[in-house]
């Protein structure tokens, strides 16, 4: 009996022992850029809607500081998104400023997008169970939220790339789904002077 149940605490520690190599492998790609920019393209599939929503634009993710998520078609807007706060800039330059405990939906769905985008895996494992999969230099992670405020909107996040994130697919309990495509992502050691202040809210 004790041989047996050392063999199946062996089987069992094996593929468990293995996804933790391999997320820490995709972890390791993604942390080490401090800032990222990259172009990206976004279809949203809404099921009261006939026609998929088709933006596209620009993004910087800081580790430090944030998310800056600029649109530019089909209307111009820009996001920022912060732990505390999101920021809103319309077209005309107006700005609105919503803190999280306003808007508890907004937030949670604010800090998913931060942590996707900004590679943030500490606060994935936290949310969600990890199915991480390493072809060669390319990598996939499924994500499926623990019980709790986000498994209330989200039933799945699937990510993909190599040394950059290059498309995540959201899909949420509602049906409704999100997929972004992200192009031309280049590191920076630093953000711009702008972007700083920006993630500052000035």
Do not use: C
Request: hydrophobic share 45%.
């Amino acid at each position: 009996m004790a041989k047996v149940t050392l063999a199946l605490l062996f089987l069992l520690a094996g593929p468990a022992q293995a996804a933790d190599e391999a997320f820490a492998k995709i972890q390791s790609r993604l942390e080490k850029h401090a800032v990222v920019r990259a172009d990206f393209v976004q279809m949203r599939t809404m099921a009261e809607l006939q026609r998929p929503q088709l933006s596209r634009g620009k993004l910087v993710a800081w580790n430090a500081g944030g998310v800056i998520w600029q649109i530019e078609q089909p209307f111009k807007a820009t996001y920022v998104l912060r732990d505390e706060h999101t920021i809103e800039i319309d077209a005309d330059g107006k700005r609105t400023e919503r803190a999280a405990s306003d808007d508890r939906g907004a937030a949670r769905i604010g800090r998913v997008l931060r942590a996707v985008l900004k590679g943030d895996t500490q606060t994935m494992q936290e949310w969600f169970d990890a199915k991480p999969r390493i072809e060669g230099e390319r990598w996939s992670l499924t994500l499926v939220p623990r019980n709790g405020p986000v498994a209330y909107f989200v039933k799945s996040i699937q990510l993909y790339g190599a040394d950059f994130v290059e498309g995540v697919r959201i899909v949420e309990e509602n049906g409704d789904a999100t997929h972004m495509q992200f192009r031309n992502s280049h590191a920076a050691d630093a953000p711009s002077d702008e972007e700083r202040r920006l993630l500052a809210g000035e």
